[in-house]
Nanobody
Framework: QVQLVESGGGLVQAGGSLRLSCAASGRTFSSYAMGWFRQAPGKEREFVVAITWSGGRIYYADSVKGRFTISRDNAKNTVYLQMNSLEPEDTAIYYC????????????????WGQGTQVTVSS
């Protein structure tokens, strides 16, 4: 079983920055891709950004491109999300996801999900 542990959420003013972390663990952890999704109150969950573990290919949602950056630490099985120039519209619960097989990283076709971490951006 794969477990995902998220950290780094919190309250920040508009224009500020936050760095989220997602650490994956398991007896024989193997991941094709890891990514971030978010869900605001009253809205459906939406794709934010993802990275393939082997090739390092990155996929960004248009709403965050140029402001958010995803990176990885292979030794720690950890993915990071650096969020800059945050806006109130970025307020949501952010979920980390991992896929053990080849999927479309911009979809919900992931095998494992984290518990979510709240990001609140005030104006």
């Amino acid at each position: 079983q794969v477990q995902l542990v998220e950290s780094g959420g919190g309250l920040v003013q508009a224009g500020g920055s936050l760095r989220l972390s997602c650490a994956a663990s398991g007896r024989t952890f193997s991941s094709y891709a890891m990514g971030w999704f978010r869900q605001a109150p009253g809205k459906e969950r939406e794709f934010v950004v993802a990275i393939t573990w082997s090739g390092g290919r990155i996929y960004y949602a248009d709403s965050v491109k140029g402001r958010f950056t995803i990176s990885r630490d292979n030794a720690k099985n950890t993915v990071y999300l650096q969020m800059n120039s945050l806006e109130p519209e970025d307020t949501a619960i952010y979920y980390c996801a991992a896929a053990s097989r080849s999927i479309r990283p911009w979809t919900n076709e992931y095998d494992h999900w984290g518990q979510g971490t709240q990001v609140t951006v005030s104006s």
